[in-house]
């Protein structure tokens, strides 16, 4: 064969060292075509190995004149050992005779026709293959675009998860301020009307009159406050040292704030924090309070403070403010 048989043969896309073992076995390309295609799942050391065995049984089969191989199993008539060998792989055929017929080359016709047949089972393959590849980058997409719908069905759930917490922070915030605040207007309110009733009380005290019905639960304070309006009425004690007395048993303090609009006094219970002293003073103002700062002893107090009494912050009995 001429080396254009062999240029075509690499440009089909044969291994170059099985075309060049085949032109050198065959008389013309399409010989070498189905050469190539018999032995196409074989190795070079497998075909180099083999051609040994077959020329050593060719001697033998010379002498026995045989002329060919057959398989019992399918009938096929196979040139020598190689050629059977090859079948038996590829069929699972195992039952191989000797005969003495001479199996005919291929004629002309039937050269181009198997060589049609190859070219058309290899564009077949190679089209399965492309055909393949298109298959599974679709399943590859499709793997993906799931892969990131749950990914951001997972955030979007999170999100919503932080959105409601943030919310419930926020509705007990809110809550706990109004609650603060209706202590404090119930603060306020009790102020006012214990104010009244010492009102009335040194009103009826001084015309001689008396003193209008206590309602439930001041007498403990009105009976306090007669003890006081009576000694301050009494006649004069003689005078003597005097004791201060100690801040521990004030129940009540008296604050003066220095406010933006103005100066603003106030008397709150002992244990009221100074968050609720903030909101008061807020509702005075119509501003939010960010802390206070006390003139002497010098002291600021911001929110970290706000949790504490007036009483563990030793604003009892009386203390001046600086609202800010």
Known sequence: MSTTDLDQLIDMGFDKEKAELAVKKSGNLTA???????????????????????????????????????????????????EAEYHATKSGHENFSESTDEVKPLTEEEKKQKLQDLREKMAAKKAQLSEQDKIDAKRNEQISRKKTKESEDIKEQLKVKEQIKDAE????????????????QAKIAADKEERRLKAEQQKALRAGQAPPPVPEGKHEHLYYLDRKLTKSTAAPQPTG?????????????RLRFQTPSGNVMKTFPVDTTLFEVASAVADEIG??????????????FDKEFFGETLKDLKMVPSASLIVK
């Open 32 to 82: 070498a075509i189905d050469w190539l295609d018999k032995n196409a799942d074989k190795s070079i050391e497998h075909i180099k190995a083999e051609d040994t065995q077959a020329a050593e049984e060719k001697s033998a089969e010379a002498a026995a004149q045989a002329q060919s191989l057959v398989c019992n199993d399918c009938g096929k008539k196979m040139r020598g050992v190689a």
């Open 169 to 184: 922070a926020k509705r007990r915030e809110k809550q706990a301020d109004i609650d603060a605040k209706k202590r404090i």
């Open 241 to 253: 040292p005097s004791t201060s007395k100690p801040a521990s048993e004030y129940t009540e303090t």
């Open 287 to 300: 501003q939010d309070v960010e802390s206070f700062t006390q003139t002497f002893p010098k002291k600021v």
